[in-house]
């Protein structure tokens, strides 16, 4: 299934700048306005496909509105795009513990967003399964936005942009949850990152020159780190324990929240390592500020216990030089293309 709407590809055609129909699964940065549905090579098929939420461009221009609106917090101070931010892929830079309202603090790392469209669940926990609701948990979240979807509604009802923006979007100016949900996964599920060095390299691009020491670094990381990272996201989705201490003042249980089984306590989502060089601090309460950090915890930092992952038993070791040679890899999976594509940035 493809959805094409290419109003971009018009107005460069239009302007005469360039002209020749491009593979949207090969094309680095896409016009401003193309908004459609990309499944790049190799990769499996995506969980959501807009599934009765067919793509527009006025659907879009909407969820990308409402992702930097202040009025979906309580006081008019916060909104997603506090605490993802675009130039480190949709992470909140610096910040271990996400900071919402009033300057308190959850108890978990903002992830990255992008190729959420593959997501089997949404949060560390998985506890929200559909990109289509996943916006509620923010929005009345009382350490996060700690709004009330009335007042929400009522707010963009009295706000003249928004009565315009749903009308382009859906016909009529009437503000609905579902609508302000479907046009936010429309923006979100567009945000697709596949154009690192590393994707270059697998798709025999320009720019996807691999030198030595990164190639040694791929195999490491296939030896090492890929049968929970694993390609072409780099998770497996799955729910494991990777050995870091339990943070005792946040006594976080993981899976087991959403599934009150003791086996699944500690286990969090596998977190993917795309982009990995820009979404630090790490881990799902953000306890590392580094990578270095981060190989540290696997070469002597992996704590023991019931549901640790058989896998991590004895940790990972790597020599010095492995080490910087496995970060060289890491490096190759940001993805600078899709950091600054403009389609993302802040509207106003
Ligand atoms: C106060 C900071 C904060 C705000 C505001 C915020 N988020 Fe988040 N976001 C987080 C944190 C922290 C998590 C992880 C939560 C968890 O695992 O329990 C998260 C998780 C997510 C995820 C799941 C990603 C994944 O891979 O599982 C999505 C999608 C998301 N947020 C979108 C949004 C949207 C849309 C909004 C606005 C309606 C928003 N966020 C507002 C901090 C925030
Ligand atoms: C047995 C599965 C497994 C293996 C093997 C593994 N990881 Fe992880 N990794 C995880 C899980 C699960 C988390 C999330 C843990 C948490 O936050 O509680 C994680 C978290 C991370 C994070 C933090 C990501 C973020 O966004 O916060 C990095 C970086 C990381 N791993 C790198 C690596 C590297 C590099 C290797 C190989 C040397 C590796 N991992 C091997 C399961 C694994």
Same mark, same amino acid.
């Given at each position: 299934?493809?959805?094409?709407?290419?109003?971009?590809?018009?107005?460069?055609?239009?302007?005469?700048?360039?002209?020749?129909?491009?593979?949207?699964?090969?094309?680095?940065?896409?016009?401003?306005?193309? !908004?459609?549905?990309?499944?790049?090579?190799?990769?499996?098929?995506?969980?959501?496909?807009?599934?009765?939420?067919?793509?527009?461009? $006025?659907?879009?221009?909407?969820?990308?509105?409402?992702?930097? $609106?202040?009025?979906?917090? %309580?006081?008019?101070? !916060?909104?997603?795009?506090?605490?993802? /931010?675009?130039?480190?892929?949709?992470?909140?830079?610096?910040?271990?513990?996400?900071?919402? !309202?009033?300057?308190?603090?959850?108890?978990?790392?903002?992830?990255?967003?992008?190729?959420?469209?593959?997501?089997?669940?949404?949060?560390?926990?998985?506890?929200?399964?559909?990109?289509?609701?996943? =916006?509620?948990?923010?929005?009345?979240?009382?350490?996060?936005?700690?709004?009330?979807?009335?007042? &929400?509604?009522?707010?963009?009802?009295?706000?003249? *942009? #928004?009565?315009?923006?749903? *009308?382009?979007?859906?016909?009529?100016?009437?503000?609905?949850?579902?609508?302000?949900?479907?046009?936010? %996964?429309?923006?979100?599920?567009?945000?697709?990152?596949?154009?690192?060095?590393?994707?270059?390299?697998?798709?025999? $691009?320009?720019?996807?020159?691999?030198?030595? /020491?990164?190639?040694?670094?791929?195999? +490491?990381?296939? /030896?090492?780190?890929?049968?929970?990272?694993?390609?072409?996201?780099?998770?497996?989705?799955?729910?494991?324990?990777? @050995?870091?201490?339990?943070?005792?003042? +946040?006594?976080?249980? @993981?899976?087991?929240? &959403?599934?009150?089984?003791?086996?699944?306590?500690? *286990?969090?989502?596998? =977190?993917?390592?795309?982009?990995?060089?820009?979404?630090?601090?790490?881990?799902?309460?953000?306890?590392?500020?580094? !990578?270095?950090?981060?190989?540290?915890?696997?070469?002597?930092? &992996?704590?023991?216990? =019931?549901?640790?992952?058989?896998?991590?038993?004895?940790?990972?070791?790597?020599?010095? /030089?492995?080490?910087?040679?496995?970060?060289?890899?890491?490096?190759?999976?940001?993805?600078?293309?899709?950091? #600054?594509?403009?389609?993302?940035?802040?509207?106003?």
């Amino acid at each position: 299934m493809r959805f094409v709407l290419n109003i971009g590809l018009v107005i460069t055609i239009a302007a005469g700048i360039s002209s020749c129909s491009v593979d949207p699964a090969i094309k680095p940065v896409l016009p401003a306005d193309n !908004i459609e549905q990309v499944v790049p090579a190799g990769w499996p098929q995506p969980v959501y496909k807009f599934e009765n939420n067919p793509l527009s461009v $006025e659907k879009f221009k909407l969820g990308r509105e409402l992702f930097y $609106e202040e009025k979906l917090s %309580a006081d008019n101070t !916060i909104s997603c795009g506090s605490c993802h /931010q675009n130039f480190v892929a949709f992470a909140h830079s610096e910040h271990a513990l996400s900071h919402g !309202i009033n300057g308190s603090f959850g108890i978990r790392n903002s992830p990255g967003l992008f190729n959420l469209n593959w997501n089997t669940s949404f949060m560390w926990d998985g506890g929200v399964n559909h990109i289509e609701v996943q =916006p509620l948990a923010p929005i009345t979240n009382p350490v996060e936005m700690n709004e009330d979807m009335n007042n &929400v509604l009522a707010k963009l009802n009295a706000d003249g *942009k #928004y009565k315009l923006l749903f *009308k382009n979007a859906y016909g009529d100016e009437e503000v609905t949850t579902e609508r302000m949900f479907k046009s936010l %996964a429309q923006f979100m599920g567009m945000m697709y990152s596949y154009n690192s060095k590393y994707d270059l390299y697998k798709r025999g $691009e320009q720019g996807g020159n691999m030198d030595a /020491q990164e190639m040694a670094g791929y195999q +490491l990381y296939q /030896q090492k780190c890929a049968s929970c990272h694993t390609e072409p996201l780099f998770t497996d989705y799955a729910f494991r324990n990777n @050995g870091i201490a339990v943070n005792i003042n +946040l006594q976080d249980s @993981g899976r087991a929240h &959403v599934t009150a089984d003791p086996n699944d306590r500690y *286990k969090f989502k596998t =977190p993917t390592l795309r982009n990995i060089m820009l979404t630090a601090p790490y881990m799902h309460d953000g306890r590392f500020n580094t !990578i270095d950090q981060v190989l540290n915890h696997y070469a002597s930092g &992996v704590v023991q216990g =019931p549901t640790l992952d058989p896998q991590l038993q004895s940790g990972i070791q790597l020599s010095a /030089q492995e080490r910087t040679e496995l970060k060289a890899f890491l490096n190759t999976l940001t993805d600078y293309a899709f950091v #600054y594509d403009t389609r993302f940035k802040d509207p106003n």
